[in-house]
């Protein structure tokens, strides 16, 4: 056919509409064209989902010093794919790529100033692939620790991801709460 060259194009009434082809046609934009949106745009880009965020709504007391123990989760914020259970996210059927994953604990002696580390691991698949940890190295032992993590992981359909935690105390047990475990798929 022909190229069309112009400088503007308007529909014939005002507030009115520009339809560029028809179902199954392509447009092309070549490398090096810059496209500029100072309007609203629709229909572009995508959802960011699978998405879940979730929380303790109830403490976990009484765990022994130095036990891994997985958090669990009473409360979800949101979990757009139903892909979060039993205290655990689990990427579903055709949402594989690359993901976004936050969580953030305290951990807390149950006997005052007791604590003398901390703790928080991410785990997919049921081992540890990274953690956050805090200790304290002088006579002056913790109340608490606050640990929070993120990380960016290529994930499969199927893989899941739980949070553990464990406190180091010199006396009594360590306690979990205010956990929050938040992900989401990152637009690629």
Do not use: C, W
Not at 13 to 34: E, I, K, Q, R
């Amino acid at each position: 056919m022909g190229t069309i060259k112009t400088t503007n194009i308007e529909p014939i009434a005002d507030n009115g509409t520009v339809t560029l082809g028809s179902s199954g046609d392509t447009f092309t934009v070549p490398s090096g064209v810059t496209i500029t949106n100072n309007g609203t745009q629709t229909g572009f880009g995508g959802t960011m989902t699978p998405a879940f965020s979730v929380r303790q709504t109830t403490n976990q007391t009484g765990i022994s010093s130095d036990t891994l123990t997985k958090i669990s989760f009473q409360s979800e914020v949101f979990d757009t794919d139903n892909a979060f259970a039993s205290d655990k996210f689990t990427v579903p059927s055709g949402k594989a790529g690359r993901y976004f994953f936050d969580a953030s604990t305290r951990v807390r002696s149950a006997t005052v100033f007791q604590l003398r580390n901390a703790v928080m691991y991410f785990y997919k698949n049921g081992s540890a692939m990274g953690d956050q940890y805090s200790a304290h190295y002088n006579s002056n032992l913790m109340l608490e620790s606050r640990q929070n993590y993120s990380f960016v992981d290529d994930a499969s359909v199927g893989d899941y991801y739980e949070i553990y935690a464990a406190g180091t105390v010199d006396s009594g047990t360590a306690n979990l709460y205010q956990t929050t475990f938040t992900g989401f798929k990152i637009l690629e």
